[in-house]
């Protein structure tokens, strides 16, 4: 266990419905990430949260919408995804945002795994 | 554009044998390269990280080497055991919000 926990582990959803995924750190981090792995190509960020404030978003389509209510939680809010948005979801944590230069070690969940059909 | 490229992308093995795993990156100005293994159906764990100043770093049977002006990076695995198999990523932070970039990975098998 990394002291990261997601929910749900698995979800089918079609191209009209809205589902959100939850991730909760439970290792006293100030920083979040949501990151998607297709089956084709490498972990790629989508989300980086600072202290609850969305400071990256990596070009990602306006049909993800994160949520950061408190440091411990993040959400990601999917609403009419496509067949391509299957992919396994992570979310991670960190102790900082990494801005000092150094790189923090992240904590990854074990993902959500999300097919839309 | 940082890029990042594992090879092999995947690796099988018979049990005892020492590995080399290798990781390359295009842009040198890096300030950690970071080693993780995932296991299937779960998330990441990270195994080692390399700050920019650090030529290799290690973790029990675990060594990870860091050359910046050659862009590279190996994870030296010794006495390989079947619990070992996963695959393994490497990751080059370059800056900023911690923005890692990743390879695809190799998936390795260590079979008794």
């Known amino acids: 266990e990394t002291g990261v926990t997601q929910t749900p582990r698995h979800l089918v959803m079609g191209m009209t419905n809205k589902k959100s995924l939850k991730c909760e750190q439970h290792?006293?981090?100030?920083?979040m990430y949501w990151y998607k792995q297709s089956a084709k190509k490498p972990l790629e960020l989508m989300f980086v949260y600072s202290l609850e404030e969305r400071v990256e978003n990596n070009s990602v389509p306006s049909r993800f919408s994160p949520e950061c209510p408190n440091s411990s939680h993040l959400f990601l809010h999917l609403h009419t995804l496509q067949p391509e948005d299957s992919a396994l979801y992570l979310c991670?944590?960190?102790?900082?945002?990494?801005?000092?230069?150094?790189?923090?070690?992240?904590?990854f969940g074990p993902g959500t795994r999300l097919l839309v059909l | 554009k940082q890029e990042v490229t594992q090879i092999p992308a995947a690796l099988s093995v018979p049990e005892g044998e020492n590995l080399v795993l290798n990781c390359s990156f295009t842009d040198s100005a890096i300030y950690n390269l970071q080693w993780f293994r995932q296991d299937p159906g779960k998330g990441l764990t990270s195994l080692l990280l390399i700050q920019s100043s650090q030529r290799e770093q290690t973790s029990g049977r675990l060594n990870a080497s860091l050359d910046k002006s050659s862009g590279r990076s190996t994870l030296y695995i010794a006495a390989s055991q079947p619990g070992d198999s996963a695959t393994y990523l490497c990751?080059?932070?370059?800056?900023?919000?911690?923005?890692?970039?990743f390879g695809a990975g190799t998936r390795l098998a260590v079979h008794p």
């Open positions: 990751a080059a932070f370059s800056g900023g919000y911690n923005k890692l970039i």
């Open positions: 991670a944590s960190s102790q900082e945002p990494g801005l000092a230069g150094r790189g923090e070690t992240q904590y």
């Open positions: 290792l006293g981090h100030n920083a």
